[in-house]
C-alpha cells in the first residue's frame, strides 16, 4: 500500500509538471490539443492524489504499522472516526491532504462550465499547478507520509488524548479546504496581470471562490474556538496563538478583498489594491502553513519542528511574493482605476476606510506574532507577545470595523447629502442610545464595555432599519404585504442580504466575546464531599468522586450539585482522563450553557483524604459566540448559493460529454 | 467634512482606547498570572497552561500566592519572575524602548495609511467635480426616492454573475 501511495505522488509530480508547462505552450501556441493533454493531465493528478490518500486511509484503517505515519498517529484501540481523522493529525498526512484538496479545486476549475474568464482558465490552471508541484516536492522528499519503518511495530503511538474531539473531525479540514481555496482565486489574479485580461473578468471567475474559502477559513476558526473552549479547559475560546493568528490573518485581509472587489465592480477603482490584497491572502495562507509546520515559534498547534521544511516554505513565500508583486509592478500601468468621487461622505469612503482598518488590524497581529523574532534578532532578548497585547492593540482597531460596518450602510454610494446623513441616522443612534441608557441602568459600568455594546447596537439597529426601510419601500410601491416584500427584498440581491446576515453574525460574536471578556468570574475551591461553594448566584455542593475504565482509558468523575439562587438545576460531572498510552491526564469540563451564561466547571485534582479541588468560572454571553457562528454560515451560504439561470445557457453542441 | 470629523473621531478613539487599565479593588493571584506565561513550555498565559498537570505552573502559582501573602506588591512580584526568568515571563512586552514598536507601529501604519486614503479621495472627488459639472438634485428622500435607488443598486449589482 505504501508503494502504491507513494508512487501515485510521483506520477502525480510529473503529471502536475507537465501540465503547468503544456498549459502555457499550449495557449501561446494556440496547440488545441496540447491544452486539452495538460487538462486532463490535470485531471490525472487529481485521481493519482485520490488513489494516494485512499493509500494511506487503507492503511491508517488496516493498522499498518510499518508505515511510520500510522505508527505515530494511530493505535489499534481508536475508533474508526479518529482513525480516519489520523489523515490530518501529523504533518505528512495533512500536507497529502493539502494536496489533495489543491487538486480537486484545479479539477472543479478545469470542469467548471464558465462564460467569464475562459481565457484566464489555462493561466490559472498552470498557476494552480506549479504550487502542487511544490506541495507534491515536499511530499515526495521531505515529509514523505509513506515513510516505511525498517520493523513493523505491535502498537501505534496513538492520537493524542487532546485531539480525540468530535472538532478533530471538522476543526482541521474545514480550515485546510479555507487555506487551500485561495490558491484559486490567486492563480486568476495571476493568470489576468499575465495575459493583461486586466478588467472585471478575473474578478467575477473568482467570487465565489473566494466566498466560499473565506466562509471555511471562518467556520473552520469558530469550531476551532468551541474546540478550544470545551476541551483545553482554561475558560477561553481564543488564546492569540501564533497558529491562530495565522489563520485569522488571511480571513482578515479576505473580508477587505472581498469588500474591496465590489468598489472595483461598481466604480473600476482600487485595482491595483485588489490584486495587492488576493497576493497578500495567499501569501498569508502559505506563511500560516510555514509558521505550523516549521517550528519557529512555539504553539499549541506546531507539529513536529522541521527546520528544513520551514526554509522551503520560506522560500516559496519569497518567490510567490516578490514574483507576482514584481509582476504587478510592471503591469501596474494597465491597471490605472477610473477613480471619480462626488463626495468625501460616501460608501466609497467607509470601504476604503474598512479595507484600512482590516488590513491594519492583520498588520497588527501580524507584528505581535513575530515580534518574539524580530526582538530576539534586534535586542537579543526573548520576549513573550500573549493576549494583553493583542487584546489592547486589536480591541479598538476592531471596534472601529463594527462601527464602520453601520456607518456604511447607512450612507448611500456616490454621495450622501446632510439631510439624507441626518434621515438615516437619526433611529439607529436614538435606538442605540436607549440601549446604552438600559445598560447603565442595569449596571454595565466598565465603559470599554458599555462602548462596546452600544456600537453593536448601533450597528444592529442599523442593518434592521436598512432592512424594514426596504421591505416598506416594497411594500408601498408593490402593494405586497410586508412578509412578502421582505422575502422578495431579500431574494433580489442575495449576496448584499448575505452580507447584512454575516455582519448580524460578526456583531453576534461581538456581544459575546465582549460579554466574556469583561464579565467573567473565576473562582477556585477544594471541597470535601458535601462541602459547597458559591460563584455568582450559583452554589455547586460536591456530592461524590468516582471512577470507571474503559479500553484505553482511566475516568475520574465529581459530581457536583448546582443550585442557582436556591433551586436545584441539575448536576455537572466534571471528568479528568488518564490514558494508558500518554502520560499528560485530560480535563473534560462540564459546562452549563444558557443564553445569559456559562457555568464552566474544571476538575483540578483530589487529595487522599478526600479533598477535590474545582476551578469554576462564569462565563457571560459565550453562547452568543456559536450562536454566531450558526448565523455566519448561514449568512454565507445565502450569499454564495448560486442564482436559478434566468435564461439557460445555449448548449453549443448537443453532445453531452463535457 | 462630515466624513473629516468621522475620520478624526475615529482615529482620536483608536488612538485613546489602548490605555486603559482595569482597576481592581486588590490584587489577586488570578490578576498576577494573566499577565505572565507559563514557563513549561507550552506558552499559554500562567492561568491557561492547557496541561491538566503541570508542575511548573502550580510552583509558578503557588510563588505569586506566597508573595502575596507576604504582602509584596503586584508590581515587585512580576519584577520578581522577570529576574528570575527574562523579559520572555511577561504575556505582552513592556511599553517601553524598542518593544514600543509593537504598539505604536500598528496604529502609526493606520494613521499613515488613512493620511493616504484622505489625499487620494480628495483627488477623486477633484476630478469627479471636473469631469461632472452638473449637480446632481439633491432630492427630498422620500420612499419613492429610496425605493427607485434601491432598485437601481440591486440591478447594477445583478450584471454578469457577479452577485
Known sequence: MADIGYIALLLALVASIYSAIAFIYGVRGNHRGLTDSARNSLLAVCGLLSISVAALIYALVTHDFQIEYVASYTSRDLSLTYLLSALWAGNDGSLLFWAWLLSLCAAVVVLQKRDIGKELMPYASSIIMVTQAFFLILLLF?????????????QGMGLNPLLENPGMFFHPPILLVGYVGFTIPFAFAMAALLTRRLGDDWIIAIRRWTLMSWLFLGVGNLIGAWWAYVELGWGGYWAWDPVENASFMPWL?????????????????????????IILTFSLTIFGTFLTRSGVLSSVHTFAESPLLGYLFLAFIGVTLFGSLGLLYYRSGELKGEAEMESLVSRESTFLLNNLLLVGAAFAIFLGTIFPVISEAVRGVKISVGPPFFNQVNGPI?????????????????????????????????????????LFLLGIREWYALVAF???????????????????????????????????????????????????????????????????????AALMPGESMTINDYTLTYDNLDRYETESKLVVTATLSVYNQGKLIGALIPEKYFHRTYEQPVTEVAIRSTLIEDLYVILIGWDEDGTTAFKVLVNPLVSWIWIGGVVFVLGG???????????PAPRKDGATRE | MGLKKLFITLILSLALLPVTPVMAESTTVGDISKQLICQCGCNMVLSNCSHAECAVRDAMTALIEQKLAQGQSEEEIIQFFVAQYGEQVLASPPKRGFNLVAWVLPFAAILGGGGVIYIALKAWVRRGRQSQTSALAEAEEGDEEYQRQLEQELEEFTGRGFR
Open chain 1, 142 to 154: 521531505v515529509s514523505n507520509p509513506f515513510y516505511k519503518l525498517a520493523f513493523v511495530p505491535a
Open chain 1, 637 to 647: 451560504l445565502f450569499a454564495f448559493w448560486p442564482e436559478r439561470r434566468k435564461l
Open chain 1, 398 to 438: 476592531f471596534l472601529a470595523i463594527i462601527l464602520l460596518t453601520g456607518i456604511c450602510a447607512l450612507i448611500g454610494w456616490r454621495r450622501a447629502s446632510i439631510k439624507n446623513l441626518v434621515r438615516n441616522f437619526l433611529w439607529p443612534l436614538v435606538a442605540a442610545l436607549m440601549l446604552g441608557i438600559a
Open chain 1, 454 to 524: 452600544l456600537v453593536c447596537g448601533f450597528v444592529l439597529s442599523t442593518i434592521v432599519y436598512e432592512w424594514f426601510r426596504g421591505t416598506r419601500a416594497r411594500h408601498r410601491m408593490r402593494a405586497e404585504n410586508y412578509l412578502k416584500a421582505f422575502l422578495g427584498l431579500i431574494a433580489a440581491n442575495r449576496p448584499r442580504y448575505g452580507g447584512y446576515i454575516v455582519h448580524i453574525a460578526i456583531i453576534l460574536i461581538a456581544i459575546g466575546v465582549v460579554g466574556s471578556s469583561f464579565y467573567n468570574v473565576e473562582k477556585e
Open chain 1, 253 to 277: 485581509v479576505a473580508t477587505a478583498f472581498l469588500h474591496s472587489i465590489m468598489m472595483q465592480r461598481r466604480r473600476r477603482m482600487l485595482k491595483v489594491w485588489n490584486m495587492v490584497l
